[in-house]
């Protein structure tokens, strides 16, 4: 129940492409779903984030799509660049209690965008 | 230059050996975390706490210890228990639930 599943494991986009990647969760109690994105030998790095009050939300060219009944949540980037080449995480955790921002995560993306 | 530092970037262990990792913050974050990353399995939580003094663990904290005597460091040791401690580590640190987590650069580890 504490899973989060994850796909594809790997993408390839062209430049200028839409990249979609999505997570899929079980447990309920989930509030908070950040996207991280990790470059070769580096730590990941905070993308973007959502909770579930709202089924939108936009930074720049990437925007967390969230359905509440369906459990899940997806990335989506647009006008994909090389640059934006990465393995993306999604991630999810509850509030409160023993958690304490406790954060599972999805097995991960590779995406690469081709020139 | 604020966030999380983790050294060294690169260790090498031989078998029977235990090595520590260290990890230090700037944040002033209540809360710190040990993740382990495997290729195609993304990152696993082997031990976190939320103040100093105290600390749980995680889905992999077998073979593994830490403590916190400061509310800056966490370090994490990698003891000969652990049977299989070749990874890529990442230490991170936030401030509650809901807020973002900051990860360092990681310290790969290889046994040899």
């Known amino acids: 129940q504490q899973q989060v599943k994850q796909s594809p494991q790997s993408l390839i986009v062209q430049k200028g492409g839409i990249s979609i990647i999505n997570c899929a969760y079980e447990?309920?109690?989930?509030?908070?779903f950040p996207w991280y994105q990790q470059f070769p030998g580096k730590g990941p790095a905070l993308l973007i984030a959502?909770?579930?009050?709202?089924s939108e939300k936009k930074e720049g060219r990437f925007t967390i799509s969230f359905n509440k009944s369906a459990k899940q949540f997806s990335l989506h980037i647009m006008d994909s660049q090389p640059g934006d080449s990465a393995t993306y995480f999604c991630?999810?955790?509850?509030?409160?209690?023993?958690?304490?921002?406790?954060?599972?995560f999805g097995q991960g993306t590779i995406l690469t965008v081709h020139p | 230059d604020g966030g999380i530092t983790q050294s060294p970037k690169y260790l090498f262990r031989k078998e029977g050996q235990n090595v520590t990792l260290s990890c230090e913050q700037n944040?002033?974050?209540?809360?710190m975390y040990w993740y382990r990353q495997d290729p195609g399995q993304g990152l696993r939580l082997i031990y976190y706490?939320?103040?100093?003094?105290?600390?749980q663990k995680g889905d992999i904290a077998e073979g593994y210890s830490v403590s916190r005597e400061k509310k800056e460091s966490f370090p994490l040791t990698v003891t000969s228990a652990q049977k299989n401690p070749t990874a890529f580590y990442l230490c991170?640190?936030?401030?509650?639930?809901?807020?973002?987590?900051?990860f360092g650069p990681g310290t790969r580890l290889t046994v040899l």
């Open positions: 959502i909770r579930p009050d709202v």
């Open positions: 706490s939320q103040i100093v003094n105290d600390f």
């Open positions: 447990n309920t109690a989930f509030d908070y």
């Open positions: 944040l002033n974050h209540d809360a």
């Open positions: 991170a640190a936030t401030q509650g639930s809901g807020s973002e987590q900051f």
């Open positions: 991630a999810a955790s509850t509030a409160g209690g023993t958690s304490y921002g406790k954060l599972t």
